[in-house]
């Protein structure tokens, strides 16, 4: 197995940022970027609810159907961060799945979408998806998907623009991208790669509509039977290992999927809280205990939040080759000195903010009354806005690539 350490091209001189980039999260669309993320589309506006049931593709009475639903080597040691001192919808058809309509070797076999398809959950004021309900206990509301895409802009300035490492070559046939969430790498993926057929898999239908005309998406669970086709070039997860209830059992039908010489790549953080300058003592840092929180609380639906930096095991175990991973560090805050360093960890930092009450559910199924999680809530905000403590967050970016035929 290769591994790659990187800490980020950090810079030597202190660079003054503006009041602007330590604001309210809606003043980050301003900040300069290396790779400019695209707009989304308008969401989805949902139709009437209804009881119809089982599976169901998503189109649009003006367009092909675009929604479906299936039966770098840097060396080997890491340096600290340097720091500053700065404080800081549409009718749809009704028409009901036919088993005899779909191709098993096909990801746009399908038929059309139900309306109870686009019916949510609601609790304590947040939304979440009703396809599987409990499956996912994070919302998918607009603030949530906000937060997913602002992931995705982090990820841009982590990676200088790179929407993977995998080395899948100029012209991947077919891609899937697990867990697409709002689309967005899917869309910039079919973007890049005209010629390619991007397909993304979620549970919830907060997609846009209006995509590159190689881009569809599937509302389907991954941890079932795989519905959406073999052959596949390069299967692409992001933030999904954490929350994968059987890593294993993905993994090893990605594998399946995969076509021989095929590449999987996984983009996963870790949580917990690190430090390399001594400003931060895990034994008694607040961030540190609101990760174990969030540790327990989110394994009790059986997901674990430290399985990223691990994710090389599961390739291994289920015969891929060239495993590689590529660790790189995001600081939480506006603490780096160096402008590139310090606008990830701006993202970083509203990130974790507005996943504070994106844990309500988690909270709530581990016991804590609401006026505990308030608690739990506001002294959270506070650790993450202190830049005197220069925390980071680690990412794992793991490839691995399917064996070729002899």
Not at 38 to 57: C, Q, V, Y
Not at 170 to 197: L, N, Y
């Amino acid at each position: 197995m290769s591994t790659y350490l990187d800490d980020g091209g950090l810079g030597e001189t202190p660079v003054q940022a503006s009041p602007r980039d330590i604001e309210h999260i809606s003043e980050i669309q301003t900040l300069p970027t290396k790779v400019a993320t695209k707009a989304l589309a308008p969401r989805i506006t949902p139709p009437p609810a209804d009881d119809d049931e089982g599976f169901h593709s998503m189109s649009s009475p003006d367009m092909d159907p675009k929604f479906i639903l299936p039966a770098e080597e840097a060396t080997n040691t890491t340096n600290p961060i340097t720091t500053t001192n700065r404080e800081e919808e549409n009718d749809e058809s009704d028409d009901e799945f036919l088993p005899t309509g779909w191709d098993a070797t096909s990801s746009y076999a399908s038929t059309s979408l139900t309306p109870s398809i686009y019916q949510h959950a609601y609790e304590n004021g947040r939304r979440f998806h009703a396809y599987k309900h409990g499956r996912y206990p994070i919302p998918n509301d607009d603030l949530e998907q906000n937060r997913e895409d602002m992931k995705h802009a982090l990820m841009l300035e982590l990676t200088d623009g790179k929407l993977f490492f995998a080395p899948i070559g100029d012209a991947p046939k077919k891609v899937i991208d697990v867990g697409t969430g709002t689309g967005i790498w899917a869309i910039e993926m079919g973007d890049q790669f005209p010629g390619s057929e991007v397909l993304g898999l979620d549970l919830s239908p907060i997609q846009p509509q209006w995509v590159p005309p190689n881009v569809r998406f599937v509302i389907d669970d991954v941890e079932d039977e795989w519905a959406s086709g073999s052959g596949w070039d390069f299967v692409h997860f992001r933030s999904m290992a954490l929350v994968l209830r059987d890593l294993q059992r993905a993994v090893d039908q990605s594998f399946r999927h995969l076509k021989p010489g095929g590449w999987i790549e996984f983009q996963e953080s870790h949580g917990l809280p690190q430090c390399d300058d001594g400003t931060m003592n895990p034994e008694t840092d607040f961030a540190t205990q609101y990760y174990n929180l969030c540790q327990e609380a989110m394994g009790k639906f059986g997901m674990d939040l430290s399985i990223g930096a691990s994710v090389g095991e599961y390739l291994t175990k289920a015969g891929f080759v060239n495993v590689s991973v590529i660790k790189k560090k995001a600081p939480l805050g506006t603490w780096p000195k160096d402008k590139t360093m310090r606008l990830i960890g701006l993202y970083t930092r509203e990130i974790a903010l507005h996943s504070i009450r994106s844990m309500d559910k988690p909270f709530a199924n581990l016991g804590l009354s609401e006026m505990e999680r308030e608690v739990w809530g506001a002294k959270m905000r506070a650790a993450v806005k202190d830049n005197h403590v220069h925390r980071y967050y680690s990412y794992y970016f793991w490839y691995a690539q399917k064996p070729e035929e002899e």
